[in-house]
Nanobody, 129 residues
Framework: EVQVVESGGDLVQPGGSLRLSCTFS????????MAWFRQAAGKEREAIAT???????SYADSVKGRFTVSQDNAKKTLILQMSSLKPEDTAVYYC???????????????????????WGQGTQVTVSS
């Protein structure tokens, strides 16, 4: 059984930084698409950063230049480093993975959310003074 565990959410002041982690266990993927989504209160869930098993990344315009997605393959961990945080970044953040035969099949932000098979439980990020 695949388990996905997120951590790192917190209350942070505007302009601050935060690091989210997402650890996957119970599987061995050859190819995969991974993503960070977020959902603010009263808004739809949106994909904000993706990374493939080929290390190809993509970012939503709202976070480009401020957030960095990376992966630690040895630890099966997906990381989202967030800086210059704004109040509008306040949301529940989710990680997700879609196993694929090869990372070339990942479509970045256009990868359909329904194709992600495994999701984390979500972690709250609040940006407020």
């Amino acid at each position: 059984e695949v388990q996905v565990v997120e951590s790192g959410g917190d209350l942070v002041q505007p302009g601050g930084s935060l690091r989210l982690s997402c650890t996957f266990s119970g599987y061995t993927y050859i190819g995969y698409c991974m993503a960070w989504f977020r959902q603010a209160a009263g808004k739809e869930r949106e994909a904000i950063a993706t990374i493939s098993s080929r290390d190809r990344t993509s970012y939503a315009d709202s976070v480009k230049g401020r957030f960095t997605v990376s992966q630690d393959n040895a630890k099966k961990t997906l990381i989202l480093q967030m800086s210059s945080l704004k109040p509008e970044d306040t949301a529940v953040y989710y990680c997700a993975v879609d196993p694929v035969p090869d990372g070339k099949y990942c479509r970045g932000l256009a990868h359909p959310p329904e194709e992600y098979d495994h999701w984390g439980q979500g972690t709250q990020v609040t940006v407020s003074s």
